[in-house]
Structures are given as structure tokens and as C-alpha cells.
């Protein structure tokens, strides 16, 4: 099963076919970049080139970085403060040709893609207790899960940690616009780690987003933090496959209520671990919703 995932940040624009059997994608991804302003409109006309160059006609999942609740934007920390209160969904679908052009599209936050993705195809599978999937890029996305279940539009980024929001001092981009050193940087990342384990008490952290690829130059100078703290084995691509996820969940579970109106777009994420076979009667997400791709079934 293949369905296109669309990762929108705050400085590139990428997306790709994705194999929700392997979570993997199929063809190389391709990307764009932000546009500056990052209005919707020209943020959709960019969307629309990303998914023209694979020609492709089907579900779409796009991730947006901020909150997200029914398909609206509901903040826009890293991109133009026209998104607020735009319905993306809708947008994003009229852009792709509509219902009828063979395109609707699922937005959700983009940390929370990421993370169902992790915890399905990545580094949290199969992990119980707390944990706490982070995306440092040019701000810091999180995803929380408890025992699977995900806690939606956290934005961890934006507390307050010693007179400052976390993902300026913190994130990626904070690292590059400072010219920090990696030892440097590191400090300033176990801080930030230390306040969210006193808040969470996880068990895992996960560390995602681009830097994730040279994790090795970072992790290991982070000391003092009790989690166990892992790079993301999806890296940059998690975005894209939890975006894929979420509008194959859509539209698995798209039944109408009795009003006739669409069900939710986004099912409420279930345990990542599987239960045995005949014990299997949600599915969703993270742990396959209706129809999900399965060879146990």
C-alpha cells in the first residue's frame, strides 16, 4: 500500500510515496523551499509541486509546524501568521484538485507525524511508559506518547527555560545562526532534556529531525538525563511517513455518521506494541488502522 507524504517546514518543502507496509519511501523524496512569506497560498502552490513532480493521483498526508486540530491551523510559530485559524485541509485539497481531482489531504502537527512514525516503523516500537519523540530543525517539534497513545500539539519547543523559548536556544537553527560548536550545542540540548524529564519523566527520548544523521557528533555528550536517549531511525524521512499514515487512517476510517457527515480525520493513535492476533479490535495509526497494511492478518 502507497500513499503520499508531504513534511512542510520552515525552510524546505519535501515529500514522497510511501510503502506503509515498510515504512519506507519508494522514490528519493523531493523538495522545494519555503517560500518567504510562508503564506498558505504560496505554501500550497508548493505542496502542489511536490506531489506534481511524482504525478501523483491519491490520499495525501501533510504535516504543518504548529497545531493542528480538525484540519485548521491553529498557531504558526515558524511560518506566516496568515496560517492561523486557515482551515489547511481544505486548502491543501482545492489546491491538489479536490475530492474529485483524487487528492484529499490529512494535516496534522509535524512533530506528531514524525512521532507515529517512530513509534511504529523507528526507534519507539514496541516501547511501553512515556516517551517523547523531539524534531530539532529550525525550531524543536515534540510528540508524546503514553503506553502508544499519543498526546497531540504538545509544542515542547516553546517552553520557557532559563528566560528563554527552548527551541531558540536549543534547536538546530540555534546551533547554525550561533556558530555553535557541537560541545556547545550539546550543553544547551541537555538542559533542555533535563527540564523536560523533571516535567514527564520519561523513559525514552527520541531525537529526530536532520541533525538526527550525525547524531554521533552530539549524543554522546549528553550527560546528567536518567531516559535513555536514541537518534531517530527514520531521521528526516519520519515527517513524510507519518504524514502517509495519517491520511491512510483517514481514509480507512472515513465511515459518515448518521447525520451523514465524515468521521474525524485522525484517529486517536492506539498501543504500538500488538496484541495478540484475536485480540486485535482497534486499529489505527500507529497500530493499524482498518484496512492497514499486515501480513499477520
Known amino acids: 500500500m502507497r500513499v503520499f507524504g508531504v513534511d512542510i517546514g520552515g525552510s524546505g518543502i519535501k515529500g514522497a510515496p510511501v510503502d506503509l507496509e ?15 512569506p510562508a503564506t498558505p497560498d504560496a505554501v500550497a502552490e508548493c505542496v ?8 501523483w493521483s491519491g490520499p495525501v498526508g501533510a504535516t504543518f509546524p504548529g497545531v493542528v ?12 501568521k496568515r496560517w492561523i485559524g486557515t482551515d489547511a485541509g481544505a486548502l491543501l485539497t482545492g489546491r491538489l484538485g479536490g475530492e474529485s ?19 511504529r516503523f523507528g526507534a519507539g516500537r514496541g516501547r ?10 529550525t525550531g524543536i517539534g515534540s510528540a508524546v506518547f503514553t503506553d502508544g497513545r499519543l498526546v497531540p500539539n504538545t509544542e515542547l519547543g516553546h517552553l520557557e527555560l532559563h528566560g528563554h523559548e527552548a527551541e531558540k536556544r536549543a534547536s538546530t537553527k540555534a546551533k547554525e545562526d550561533e556558530e555553535l560548536s557541537w560541545q556547545h550545542w550539546a550543553r544547551r540540548v541537555r538542559k533542555y532534556l533535563a527540564h523536560l524529564e523533571m516535567l514527564f519523566s520519561p ?6 529531525g ?44 472515513a465511515t459518515p455518521a448518521a447525520d451523514g457527515s465524515p468521521a474525524a480525520a485522525f484517529p486517536a493513535p492506539q498501543p504500538v506494541w500488538p496484541a495478540a492476533p484475536a485480540a486485535r479490535t482497534a486499529r489505527s495509526a500507529v497500530d493499524s488502522p482498518v484496512g492497514w497494511p499486515d501480513a499477520a492478518r
Request: proline letters at 4%; a negative charge.
Open 69 to 80: 486540530t480538525g484540519g485548521t491551523t491553529r498557531t504558526a510559530a515558524n511560518v506566516d
Open 101 to 119: 481531482g483524487g487528492c484529499p489531504v490529512t494535516v496534522l502537527n509535524d512533530a506528531d507525524a514524525a512521532g507515529l512514525a517512530e513509534m
Open 203 to 208: 523513559e525514552l527520548f527520541v531525537i529526530g
Open 128 to 137: 511501553a511508559g512515556t516517551v517523547i519523540v523531539l524534531t530539532l530543525g
Open 48 to 55: 502542489g509541486q511536490v506531489v506534481a513532480h511524482f504525478g
Open 210 to 253: 536532520g541533525v538526527s544523521r550525525k547524531a554521533e557528533k552530539f549524543l554522546p555528550l549528553i550527560e546528567g538525563v536518567r531516559a535513555e536517549i536514541v537518534p531517530a531511525q527514520l531521521q528526516n524521512n519520519a515527517g513524510i511517513v507519518g504524514a502517509a499514515m495519517a491520511a491512510y487512517a483517514a481514509r480507512a476510517d
Open 22 to 36: 515498510r515504512g519506507e519511501l519508494v522514490d528519493a523524496r523531493y523538495k522545494v523551499l519555503t517560500p518567504q
